[in-house]
Each structure stands twice: as C-alpha cells, then as structure tokens.
C-alpha cells in the first residue's frame, strides 16, 4: 500500500510538472490564435494596461469609476473635465465584483477619491471572471493577488495564464508589453474613457446569463465594507440598456431585492430619453451619441443630490 501511495504520489507530481512545462512552451512556440486557453500578453482589453499605468499616478479624484465595459464605455471623462471634475474611468472588460475589489485596494489610498461610482450591471453577479483573469493576469495588474484567485476560479484556462504569467515575471521580469489596438474599430480618449467609433445598432444575439454567483455577492459585500472603512461614499448605478434587456437575466428578481436595500443604488436602465436604435451599438452599450447625452443628464442629477464631501476641486 505505501509503494502505491508513493507511485501515486510520484505521478501526480509528474503530471504537474508535465503539464506546466507544456503550458510554459504554448505560450512561447503557438502562435495566439492557435491556444484559445492561453491568451498570454495578447488579451480582450488592450487599454487596460494603459489605464493601469496611468492609474499609479492619479491622485486627488473627485470622481472614480469602476465597473465593466458599460463604465468605460459610458462615463466620458472628458465631459466631466469639461464640467469642472477631476475623474478616472477605472472600467475594464468584464470587471467582476472580485476584480474591483482588487482595484479599488490597490488604488484607493492614492487616488483618495471623494465618490465612487461603481457600475452594477445584473450579469457581472453572474461572471465566472474568467475574462478578468485573464486579463489582469496577462498584464501583471493586482498580480500580488491574482494568484490566489486564479486558484480559487478552478478554471482550467485561468490556471494556464497563471502559470504562463509566473513564468514571464521569472524570465522577463523588465518586460515591456505593447499596447496594440485597431484604432479604426475604438480609440482611447483620457483617463479611461474608450470612445467606440462605430456607432451604428446591432441586434447582437441576446443570450441567457446564469444565476447569481456566491463568490461574487460576497464580493460584492467585502468592497461596500471596504468603502466603509475607508469612509469613502459610493454610488451603485444601472447604465443604460436597450429595451431589448427585459427579460434576459435569469435572476432578475434576486438582483432586484439585493439592490432594493441599498438608498445608494440607482436605476439609469431605462431612460425616455434615450432610443434603442439611436444611442445604442449593441443590445447594452451606449454609442458616442447615447454618451454625450447620458453625461450631462446624470452630471446634473449627481449634483442635485447633495452628496457630503462631493464637490469640485
């Protein structure tokens, strides 16, 4: 029995070993498109590098966003300077509720910002992170934290970038990743805003998200306690949608009873103002023209609300 348990032993340690060295070769002989489980430095979005270098600066915020894609896409902080504010758009590509949380720490206590406005669209409650994982850890973001969340996810393809980014950071540590984007499809404007220069609407396949995941909940939970402690007031909102969104979430009525209990939590989903077929490129992203609407309007209701602490520089 125990020279089974030791052969045993022997092997599963072997196949470890094995399949990191096969992980490590993937990544630096296959060509990207060729290993869709290992995206490596070349990931879904691009400028978030660029955000987080920028972000190690920031200091003094008025205003810091953070969210998924309808935060960067949507808070045009041009608008806002324009305004009088000092913002930084902190969205990233499906930013789960735990990728915030990594964020917010780490950049918090040196952007000392007076609000958060934290975007909560119902499917990130859904997100198994995988995209923000790979992500982050394609580009060393919160890279003292993602090991343990990457395990923690038990996800085969956030596992391969955890062990390809381990060993970049070994071989490569000056590493310099470049940001490439195809500036004919978006472009970067300031501080975090990503401009999407196609604005015409698309009938993008709707399809059915799952239930709400206890992790992120939790999460969830741990950044309102984290506001709390830093005594920082923060802002929940529902961007805007299409009309077509009705519906589509499986746990609807769970998001709404979370969200009820919060006097800090606001629903932009449908405006009057704004027209599916005009202001939208896809079934919940607002275009150029849906943006330059949407800002002064909620710029205005913000200021309307009398938040303590909240004011211009």
């Known amino acids: ?129 995988i995209e923000s994982n790979s992500i982050f850890l394609a580009y060393g973001m919160c890279k003292d934290a993602m090991t343990s969340v990457a395990l923690r996810s038990r996800n085969f393809k956030s596992l391969n970038e955890l062990i390809y980014a381990k060993y970049r950071s070994i071989v490569r540590p000056d590493e310099i990743i470049p940001i490439v984007v195809d500036t004919t499809i978006e472009v970067y404007r300031s501080n975090g805003f990503v401009e999407k220069l196609d604005g015409t609407f698309k009938k993008i396949h709707r399809h059915k998200n799952g239930r709400i995941r206890p992790r992120q909940l939790d999460a969830f939970y741990a950044n309102i306690d984290y506001f709390e402690s830093q005594d920082i007031p923060v802002l929940f909102v529902y961007l805007p949608v299409t009309s077509l969104e009705s519906g589509r979430f499986l746990d609807q009525d769970n998001y709404d009873q979370i969200m009820a209990t919060f006097d800090n939590y606001k629903d932009f989903s449908q405006l009057e103002i704004l027209i599916d077929s005009l202001h939208f490129y896809d079934y919940h992203h607002l275009n150029q023209q849906g943006v330059e609407l949407f800002n002064p309007y909620f710029i205005e209701w913000l200021e309307n609300q009398n938040i303590e602490g909240f004011e211009k520089n």
């Not at 070993?17 to 430095?41: C, D, H, S």
């Not at 930084?88 to 206590?109: A, C, D, K, W």
């Open 1 to 129: 029995m125990i020279k089974f348990i030791k052969n045993i032993s022997f092997f599963v340690l072997l196949s470890i070993v094995a399949y990191v060295i096969m992980v490590i070769v993937w990544g630096e002989l296959v060509p990207t498109q060729l290993r869709p489980n290992l995206k490596g430095t070349v990931g879904k979005d691009d400028y978030a590098l660029l955000k987080y270098r920028e972000m190690q600066e920031v200091k003094n915020l008025d205003v810091l966003f953070i969210g998924s894609s309808h935060a960067y896409r949507t808070f045009d902080t041009r608008i806002w300077k324009d305004k009088g504010y000092h913002v930084f758009n902190m969205g990233t590509s499906s930013q789960t509720h735990i990728h915030s949380g990594l964020l917010l720490r780490e950049f918090v206590p040196t952007a000392k910002p007076k609000l958060v406005i934290y975007e909560v669209y119902p499917d990130i409650f859904a997100n198994e992170g």
